[in-house]
Every structure is written in C-alpha cells, then in structure tokens.
C-alpha cells in the first residue's frame, strides 16, 4: 500500500466506515437502554430502583456502544492495513 496520501476512494471508504460505527454504535446503546426500560416497565419498578436500572442500563448502553464503535474501527483499520 502507498504510504503517501489516501486516494478519494479511500477517503470515503473510511467516511462510510465511520459512520457504520457510529449508527451501529448507538443502535446497539439504544437496545440496550430499551432492554433496561422494559425491565422497569415489565416489573412495574418504580422509585429509586427505577432511576438505578435506568443508570445502569444507561450506562451499559454508553459501554456497549463504545465496544462497537472500537471494534469496527479496529477492524477495518486493519483490513487497511492489510490492503484488502
């Protein structure tokens, strides 16, 4: 692969790759706080419990969504590398 600069294709290669991460990032944060809402709703939890498993799946989505958005990346950085 040539060390200079990215051609066109390449750049948009990692513009499209970007943003898969981000949409598929915040898909997978969203299910996931959808998954601790319905706890709350199914169970019927209220009060200081509620707030909890909102915080928790909250922050659970926020680090499952990071998961993905590294892990894509990484990936496709080293498939760059690699030049495939």
């Known amino acids: 692969m040539d060390m200079g600069r990215e051609s066109r294709w390449e750049k948009d ?6 943003v898969f991460a981000l ?5 997978l944060a969203a299910a996931v706080f959808a998954v601790a809402l ?17 915080v928790a799946g909250a922050l659970l989505g926020a680090a ?3 998961w993905r958005l ?7 950085d080293k ?5 495939r």
Do not use: D, N, P, W
């Open 13 to 18: 290669a990692m513009t499209v790759e970007v």
């Open 23 to 27: 949409v598929t990032a915040a898909v």
């Open 38 to 54: 319905a706890l709350t709703l199914a169970f019927g939890i209220s009060g200081s419990a509620k707030h909890s498993v909102l």
């Open 64 to 66: 499952a969504g990071m």
């Open 70 to 76: 590294v892990r894509v990346l990484l990936r496709f």
């Open 79 to 83: 498939q760059r590398r690699l030049g």
